[in-house]
């Protein structure tokens, strides 16, 4: 019998400090949130990087608040155990704190979603505070944020410089005390997301930001050799999901080319 108790944000904060080390993935399906759920992970992530990896956008940018949360159902129905986390897109939680708290709404009430994602340190703050209060977890992202990658100018590594340490610092602190239950941490230097770990009272969940976080998280499609597109230094591939579907598909035409398929036990 699977006594596997369904994992809450009060549980996922309540590590911190204690282990085991936080486990999260990417799913968009229903299918791979249900491989996620039985490899033992914590966290399923419906990130907003769908847009890229799912749908071939080249940046996170235009995909909608009704994309997410078709794909948010779709990995909920997949999911059983994961505390399963909708991420907010791009311009669904800029406009007010009520833009930000119905569309977070719609994510737990019609997507199935546990809790929800949004980018964004002190000045995305108070709008967290919002949400949290209304009683829907938040979990913080700072660091590199996709969502900002027009003015970044592109992909880049977080807070390198004095200051720019010292204001990704600021923005967890603020998140922390906005009620986010933990904060991911994308490229940052390994030495600073481990200060930011010793210096906050709730879990990090590092993509690029080295060994101390108090979890990891990945885009699935990085680990499973789905994409080729982008190859950050942070991933590693644990498969070549890519190439052995382009084989099987070019295997299987090549046996209808030369009439091997269909064979006899494959006919009424
Ligand atoms: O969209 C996403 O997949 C993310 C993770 C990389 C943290 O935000």
């Keep these: 019998m699977n006594v596997r108790a369904k994992i809450t944000a009060a549980a996922i904060k ?67 155990h994961c505390l399963l986390i909708a991420d907010m897109p791009f311009l669904s939680y800029h406009l007010s704190d009520e833009q930000a708290l119905k569309n977070a709404g719609r994510f737990v009430q019609r997507g199935g979603a546990g809790a929800v994602k949004l980018e964004g340190g002190e000045k995305m703050a108070p709008r967290a505070e919002r949400i949290v209060a209304a009683g829907i977890p938040v979990l913080g992202h700072i660091g590199f944020t996709p969502q900002d990658i027009l003015s970044l100018g592109g992909w880049k590594v977080a807070g390198k410089r004095p200051a720019a340490a010292r204001r990704l610092v600021a923005d967890a602190r603020a998140l922390e005390a906005a009620g986010v239950f933990a904060v991911v941490l994308e490229c940052v230097p390994a030495a600073l997301a481990a200060e930011i770990t010793a210096e906050i009272k709730v879990p990090t969940i590092g993509i690029g930001a080295g060994p101390d976080c108090d979890g990891q998280i990945l885009v699935s499609h990085d680990l499973l050799g789905l994409q080729d597109k982008v190859s950050p230094r942070f991933v590693k591939r644990y498969a070549d999901l890519g190439g052995t579907i382009l084989s099987a598909f070019k295997e299987w035409a090549d046996d209808v080319r030369s009439g091997r398929f269909p064979g006899p036990e494959h006919c009424y």
């Design 14 to 80: 309540a590590r911190k400090g204690k282990g085991p080390r936080i486990l999260a993935l990417t799913a968009y399906d229903y299918f791979t949130a249900h491989l996620a759920d039985q490899a033992g992970m914590d966290i399923v992530l419906v990130g907003d990087s769908l847009a890229m990896v799912v749908l071939g956008y080249e940046n996170t940018l235009p995909v909608s608040v009704f994309e997410m949360l078709h794909h948010t159902r779709a990995a909920a129905r997949g999911n059983r």
